[in-house]
């Protein structure tokens, strides 16, 4: 008797524990040497996986010394332009044991084959390889802007690394449908649910088509696609909206494909965490933030996360440290091995709230996929601006609420009153900081490999990759052979692009409904519709993008609002060059010109544009710049004649507008 008392106490004191979820930190920068020295130091801390952030011109198919790669190169993510530097990035670190997850879309394919073949190099079986490529090219063509085909194109490559992974690496998940960064576009609950289902729809419906994966195994295809999504602060109604995805997941899977069996059914998925969310102003309050929004995809076992990586308290003032990181690595362990949150079933069983709210999720978000899917599917909706649209539109209505007040944010538009923060004592060593002399070390890089490779081979692997692109040929194959004869991002990305062409996706600024605003705004108007008066026309705005940083959610808000201020709105979309921002300002004849740049390459692009313009003899339009741009690379900007900066504190659309009238005054002599 005593000895089953003395169990019975053991058991109540250590219940069974649920395995913790995979605990990461998004990752990379400089170069591929010093990111895996930040990896073997985080695995060490008790990181349990890897995700690997790749900069832009790697994401964009783009060699180091392209010119678009001007100010890009290790800024927002790691270079990785050849298998050499795959082996550098992941040296020391055993693939075989290692579940990587690899945020990369447009040129997934192509880091996949380069990851492959290093685990193969170190002896790994790729039939072991665990972890997951991204691979989601609907979302980028609404959101984060890393495409780089059209639609079609795009899709056979997304097929293609799913019928080879389920044969070749079948632990591997070769699509990660991410509704991440249709949040942070201004996705509602609802449009976030029902555009991931309509591109995992897509996406199967290509698979089923191409042939490339017999019937019988439609489920081992189902379970191996991943997902991954964002959580906000509104923690209740996320964890709601996670239930939302489970059951709307499993009754896809079993009506529109005929899987039976309930384990291929299971919606797995990982997580970042708002960084959209995130303040410059009161930066400190962003850990609550991130606590708060780990709750609502760790509280519910029964749609808990595989995966969790939590963004870093600094984020909106520039690229964060490796203490930074540790600090939000600590928030996992501390939730996951401190707190009693894995002990429990699903503590949310039974509940009438949840259970309302989520069917009123379920719901509303079928109601959207069967509207998109009248349309003919996603592809349809993304080519006819649709999604985009309403992404935009959703976005215009968030900022409205918080100007006006309707959606508080803790020392943004209230509570303002604070106490000097210590950990911004220092602003120049409170965010890490890339060394410009990275990207020169990249271009002679790059170069050298190029003269030190077997050129036939190249030149063999590349004419293999495209005869093998106009036929229907599985490109994977040929990917490989490419990756092992020392072909560079670049080149694999240009030859595809000779035979698949480039793709431009629509703004979704036009569609966007005009928002008549309040007293603020009307004022705003008549000052430019007086200003116009005075200067003879219609009040003329150019917002560019220069670089490749493809997120435009600042720059389209600022094209929404100021069409909604009376000016007239030049917008070309994302990924221009300097020079072709110039010749639309020559062109149009615009009386001002403003810059979004948010991959912290402001220094190196800015003045490009600026000097272009001088030479154009348009040196007299006044330049204004907005993005994430500590206070010293402003008055920097500033003196080289930039004339306003704004960064994430500035979060008035409104009153920037009333700044762009006082700039386009000044500029042309006006009281």
């Given at each position: ?83 050499g530097?795959?082996?550098a ?34 002896g790994?079986?790729?039939a ?7 691979n ?38 070769p ?14 609950p ?60 499993d ?9 039976t ?26 850990v ?9 995809v ?23 440290r ?15 091995h ?9 503590l ?33 909706a ?6 985009k ?9 968030r ?8 959606d ?12 000097p ?17 990275v ?7 790059i ?33 490989l ?14 030859t595809?692009?000779?035979t ?35 200067l ?19 720059a ?80 920097r ?35």
């Amino acid at each position: 008797m005593a000895n089953t008392v003395r169990r019975e106490q053991s058991e109540q004191a250590s219940p069974r524990r649920d395995r913790p979820w995979i605990i990461r930190t998004y990752a990379g920068h400089s170069n591929p040497a010093e990111t895996n020295a930040l990896y073997r130091r985080n695995l060490a801390k008790g990181q349990t996986g890897l995700s690997v952030a790749f900069d832009l011109p790697t994401q964009t198919g783009y060699d180091p010394d392209h010119e678009l790669a001007r100010g890009e190169v290790g800024k927002v993510g790691v270079p990785i332009a050849h298998v050499g530097d795959m082996r550098a990035l992941f040296q020391d670190i055993p693939l075989g044991q290692m579940n990587t997850s690899m945020t990369i879309n447009a040129t997934a394919m192509w880091l996949l084959a380069l990851y492959q073949v290093v685990a193969e190099e170190q002896g790994a079986d790729p039939a072991k390889l665990t972890g997951t490529t991204q691979n989601d090219i609907i979302k980028e063509y609404l959101s984060r802007g890393t495409y780089v085909f059209p639609p079609a194109p795009s899709l056979r490559l997304i097929t293609d690394m799913i019928a080879y992974a389920v044969t070749e690496i079948p632990k591997w998940n070769p699509i990660n449908v991410c509704s991440y960064h249709l949040q942070e576009a201004g996705a509602t609950p609802v449009q976030e649910i029902a555009y991931s289902m309509c591109t995992a729809i897509a996406v199967l419906d290509a698979v089923v088509a191409s042939g490339q994966v017999p019937a019988e195994r439609t489920g081992e295809v189902c379970a191996r696609m991943s997902f991954f999504v964002n959580a906000g602060v509104r923690f209740v109604e996320e964890m709601c909206k996670m239930r939302a995805f489970v059951e709307l997941w499993d009754t896809l899977l079993r009506t529109r494909y005929g899987v039976t069996d309930p384990g291929h059914r299971r919606f797995r998925y990982g997580v970042q965490v708002n960084s959209l969310g995130l303040t410059e102003a009161q930066p400190e309050n962003n850990v609550i933030r991130i606590v708060l929004e780990a709750l609502g995809v760790t509280l519910s076992k029964d749609a808990r996360c595989r995966a969790l990586q939590l963004p870093a308290w600094n984020e909106a003032l520039g690229l964060p440290r490796p203490w930074d990181q540790q600090w939000s690595l600590r928030i996992q362990q501390i939730l996951a091995h401190e707190t009693d949150l894995l002990e429990y079933d699903d503590l949310f069983e039974g509940s009438v709230v949840v259970e309302r709210r989520v069917a009123e999720l379920v719901e509303a978000a079928q109601k959207e996929i069967d509207k998109v899917q009248a349309m003919g599917g996603a592809v349809a909706a993304v080519e006819s601006g649709y999604m985009k649209s309403q992404l935009v539109a959703s976005q215009a209505n968030r900022r409205m609420r918080i100007e006006s007040g309707e959606d508080v944010v803790v020392g943004v538009n209230s509570f303002t009153a604070t106490e000097p923060n210590p950990l911004l004592a220092d602003l120049t060593a409170a965010v890490q900081t890339v060394d410009p002399a990275v990207a020169e070390a990249a271009r002679a890089d790059i170069a050298t490999w190029r003269a030190d490779r077997d050129a036939r081979a190249v030149d063999d692997a590349l004419r293999g990759l495209r005869d093998a692109a106009k036929t229907d040929t599985n490109l994977m194959a040929a990917t490989l052979v490419c990756a092992r004869a020392g072909v560079t991002t670049g080149e694999w990305t240009s030859t595809l692009r000779d035979t698949f062409g480039e793709y431009r996706a629509p703004t979704g600024v036009s569609g966007a409904a005009v928002h008549a605003g309040g007293a603020e705004l009307a004022g705003v108007r008549d000052r430019v519709a007086e200003t116009g008066r005075e200067l003879g026309r219609r009040l003329k705005f150019l917002v560019g993008k220069p670089g490749l940083d493809g997120h435009s959610n600042g720059a389209e808000q600022i094209a929404v609002r100021a069409r909604d201020a009376g000016f007239e709105v030049v917008y070309q979309g994302i990924r221009l060059t300097p020079a072709q921002i110039v010749a639309a300002a020559v062109e149009e004849d615009v009386h001002v010109v403003g810059l979004s740049v948010l991959s912290g390459s402001h220094l190196e692009l800015v003045p490009q544009v600026l000097d272009g313009m001088r030479a154009a003899g348009i040196g007299d339009v006044p330049v204004i710049v907005g993005g994430i741009i500590p206070p010293a690379d402003a008055e920097r900007l500033r003196a080289l004649g930039v004339a306003a900066v704004y960064t994430p504190k500035d979060y008035g659309l409104t009153e920037i507008m009333g700044g762009v009238v006082d700039v386009v005054r000044a500029a042309n002599g006006l009281a």
